[in-house]
């Protein structure tokens, strides 16, 4: 099962994880300091939170689907290809405590998007190079993982 991926900068991961383990009714499936995520199944999301990093906005950084799969990320990738949007790939990068291959691209109207498959944690909150690779082709700054 593929899941939506929400991810939001909060100014304090502490008081955000209450509010929104309450929310859920759920704690989080990882948590930091300076991150939570909850793998939610009703609804399927992936709602991470994490603190903000340098002039970044608060609220929604990027949006998301994480594929169950290196073949279903393959998939949505090809779509995104073929919608004929600058996408950068990468291959075992370590983003928000996670090791991960990843497509990004923005819409139309400047939103990141990112499609993903995990296979494995880290122990590290790590950075998404591709990401801001993306930002540079396009000019943009938008979201921070």
């Known amino acids: 099962m593929n899941r939506f991926h929400v991810n939001i900068t909060v100014t304090d991961v502490k008081k955000s994880v209450e509010f929104y383990s309450n929310l859920f009714g759920q704690s989080p499936s990882v948590s930091k300091a300076d991150y939570a995520k909850w793998m939610l199944d009703d609804p399927a999301v992936n709602f991470a939170i994490g603190t903000a990093c340098g002039d970044i906005n608060l609220g929604i950084s990027h949006l998301g689907i994480q594929a169950d799969s290196a073949t279903g990320l393959q998939r949505i ?48 909150y790590g950075e998404d190079e591709a990401r801001l690779e993306l930002e540079a082709v396009l000019n943009t700054k938008r979201s921070c993982c």
Request: charged share 20%.
């Open 77 to 124: 990738a090809d779509r995104l290809k073929a919608a004929n949007q600058t996408t950068v790939d990468q291959q075992a990068t370590t983003c928000c405590y996670a090791v991960s291959d990843k497509t990004w691209v923005q819409d139309p109207n400047g939103v990141n998007w990112e499609t993903f498959y995990t296979h494995d944690t880290a122990t590290e």
